[in-house]
């Protein structure tokens, strides 16, 4: 069996090379920083069996336009970011029209159905299930209107998809979560997700089952990486094989190989909170678009996407906004880090995250790019590429889009 290099250790390169290693592989993680601890530890903790479509842009101008002006808390735009990123941007909206999506949809739906499958193994070998809840989440609306388009928006997933959800009025939402302050008008209750008390500290209940299997991890810098006879070398290793999993640092490294990714990256912020807050279960607030998860670490309010290339905000409107709705709606005690938290979502314009073999170096193998559901999806698309490693082309069919 092959040796193999991942680099990443966040939870697509522990997927990976928990993947690998079930096969047979023998396994190094490499990564600057402990497992986890990048986007794998910042994000929501959503395993979102009930994102079948991906989430793109909007198609309409009109809608565009109130995006681009900041109408909405979904999408902020750093303006002098943009001419750069104009080009990635212009295809990422382009695979957002309803043709493009069309294509896109059967096999992101058909990935996203393996995720909760793919994590349940790892969540109980790695003895990780104190940290994950299986009661989904609620989809908050705060006026009659928004809540009666997204039941008809749940309905229609529900016929095309067969995705899971109840409907609590403004009465039933409040009597679910008695700690809200005033009852918004309703809520989707997405009951199949699954979601996460501390999405790092599940990252690294996966990394230490990789290390318990025989694996191991070591700290090194990836763009040590170089060719070296018929493989490749690496913090002072040699691997048969290279993975490359370095999130939404990936395409930096693979820029002097000759690949250019075109990389949206949607950066998001996140907070933990103290107090009491007394919230039963995780709700995304559809009108203030932000997600308030009880974690472990407190209740964390994490953001949608800011458009940006620059340096993190240090006082991020997102999340100023988001807090503002989240204290109307409960009693938050203060933050718990001096600073917000920030990353970058890896997000590709054909929506799908690159699995594949690098087209012009053999034994390099491209794994990253998921995007707003790396989390979910991590587990699934490391089960396929470690087959298609093992010679099962099909295992990867259709996730080679988005390499230029
Ligand atoms: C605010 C927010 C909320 C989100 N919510 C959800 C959610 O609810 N559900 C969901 O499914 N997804 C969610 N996501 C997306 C998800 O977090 C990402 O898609 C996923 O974490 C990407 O994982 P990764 O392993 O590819 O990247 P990372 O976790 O970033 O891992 C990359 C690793 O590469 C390492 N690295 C980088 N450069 C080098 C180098 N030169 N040498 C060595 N190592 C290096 C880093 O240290 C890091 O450990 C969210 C993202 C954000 C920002």
Same mark, same amino acid.
């Given at each position: 069996m092959a040796e193999i290099a991942v680099l990443g250790a966040g939870i697509v390169g522990i997927a990976t090379a928990l993947a690998l290693q079930e096969r047979g592989h023998a396994c190094v993680v490499i990564d600057r920083a402990p497992p986890g601890s990048e986007t794998s530890y910042g994000n929501a903790g959503f395993i979102q069996s009930? $994102?079948?479509e991906p989430y793109g842009l909007p198609a309409s101008p009109l809608a565009l336009l109130g995006m681009a002006l900041g109408a909405k808390n979904a999408v902020h735009l750093h303006w002098p970011s943009l001419p750069g990123r104009a080009p990635a941007l212009f295809s990422y909206w382009r695979a957002s029209l309803p043709a493009s999506m069309r294509r896109v949809i059967p096999l992101w739906r058909q990935l996203v159905s393996e995720a909760v499958p793919r994590h349940a193994p790892l969540i109980e070998a790695s003895g !990780? #299930?104190? +940290?994950? /809840? /299986? #009661?989904g989440y609620w989809l908050v609306h705060d006026t009659p209107s928004g809540l009666a388009a997204a039941v008809l928006e749940a309905e229609r997933r529900q016929k095309e998809y067969g995705v899971a959800f109840t409907v609590a009025d403004r009465a039933e939402l409040s009597r679910a979560e @008695? !700690? +809200?302050r005033h009852a918004p008008a309703g809520a989707v209750h997405w009951t199949a997700p699954w979601t996460c008390l501390s999405p790092g500290r599940l990252v690294g209940a996966y990394a230490r089952l990789f290390e318990a299997r025989g694996g191991r991890i070591v700290q090194g810098d990836a763009r040590a990486l170089k060719r070296s006879g018929a493989g490749w070398q690496v913090a002072g290793l040699d691997a048969e094989h290279v993975v490359v !999993? +370095?999130? @939404?640092w990936s395409p930096e490294l693979l820029r002097p190989l000759g690949y250019r990714v075109p990389m949206v990256r949607k950066r998001g912020y996140h907070r933990h909170y103290g107090g009491e807050h007394g919230l039963r279960r995780p709700m995304l607030l559809a009108d203030h678009s932000v997600v308030l998860s009880p974690m472990l670490d407190g209740l964390r309010i994490a953001t949608a996407a800011e458009l940006s290339a620059a340096e993190p905000n240090v006082n991020p409107r997102q999340l100023a906004r988001g807090e503002a709705a989240a204290r109307a709606l409960l009693d938050l005690g203060a933050p718990v880090e001096p600073t917000p938290w920030s990353g970058t979502r890896p997000c590709l314009p054909g929506m799908l995250p690159l699995v594949c /073999? $690098? %087209? /012009?170096? %053999? =034994?390099l193998w491209l794994h990253f790019?998921? =995007?707003?559901?790396g989390f979910t999806l991590g587990p699934v698309t490391a089960a396929r590429l470690a087959r298609a490693i093992d010679g099962d082309a099909a295992a990867v069919e259709g996730l080679d889009r988005g390499l230029q």
């Amino acid at each position: 069996m092959a040796e193999i290099a991942v680099l990443g250790a966040g939870i697509v390169g522990i997927a990976t090379a928990l993947a690998l290693q079930e096969r047979g592989h023998a396994c190094v993680v490499i990564d600057r920083a402990p497992p986890g601890s990048e986007t794998s530890y910042g994000n929501a903790g959503f395993i979102q069996s009930e $994102a079948v479509e991906p989430y793109g842009l909007p198609a309409s101008p009109l809608a565009l336009l109130g995006m681009a002006l900041g109408a909405k808390n979904a999408v902020h735009l750093h303006w002098p970011s943009l001419p750069g990123r104009a080009p990635a941007l212009f295809s990422y909206w382009r695979a957002s029209l309803p043709a493009s999506m069309r294509r896109v949809i059967p096999l992101w739906r058909q990935l996203v159905s393996e995720a909760v499958p793919r994590h349940a193994p790892l969540i109980e070998a790695s003895g !990780a #299930d104190n +940290l994950i /809840r /299986r #009661d989904g989440y609620w989809l908050v609306h705060d006026t009659p209107s928004g809540l009666a388009a997204a039941v008809l928006e749940a309905e229609r997933r529900q016929k095309e998809y067969g995705v899971a959800f109840t409907v609590a009025d403004r009465a039933e939402l409040s009597r679910a979560e @008695p !700690a +809200l302050r005033h009852a918004p008008a309703g809520a989707v209750h997405w009951t199949a997700p699954w979601t996460c008390l501390s999405p790092g500290r599940l990252v690294g209940a996966y990394a230490r089952l990789f290390e318990a299997r025989g694996g191991r991890i070591v700290q090194g810098d990836a763009r040590a990486l170089k060719r070296s006879g018929a493989g490749w070398q690496v913090a002072g290793l040699d691997a048969e094989h290279v993975v490359v !999993a +370095l999130g @939404p640092w990936s395409p930096e490294l693979l820029r002097p190989l000759g690949y250019r990714v075109p990389m949206v990256r949607k950066r998001g912020y996140h907070r933990h909170y103290g107090g009491e807050h007394g919230l039963r279960r995780p709700m995304l607030l559809a009108d203030h678009s932000v997600v308030l998860s009880p974690m472990l670490d407190g209740l964390r309010i994490a953001t949608a996407a800011e458009l940006s290339a620059a340096e993190p905000n240090v006082n991020p409107r997102q999340l100023a906004r988001g807090e503002a709705a989240a204290r109307a709606l409960l009693d938050l005690g203060a933050p718990v880090e001096p600073t917000p938290w920030s990353g970058t979502r890896p997000c590709l314009p054909g929506m799908l995250p690159l699995v594949c /073999r $690098a %087209p /012009r170096h %053999p =034994g390099l193998w491209l794994h990253f790019g998921h =995007g707003h559901q790396g989390f979910t999806l991590g587990p699934v698309t490391a089960a396929r590429l470690a087959r298609a490693i093992d010679g099962d082309a099909a295992a990867v069919e259709g996730l080679d889009r988005g390499l230029q």
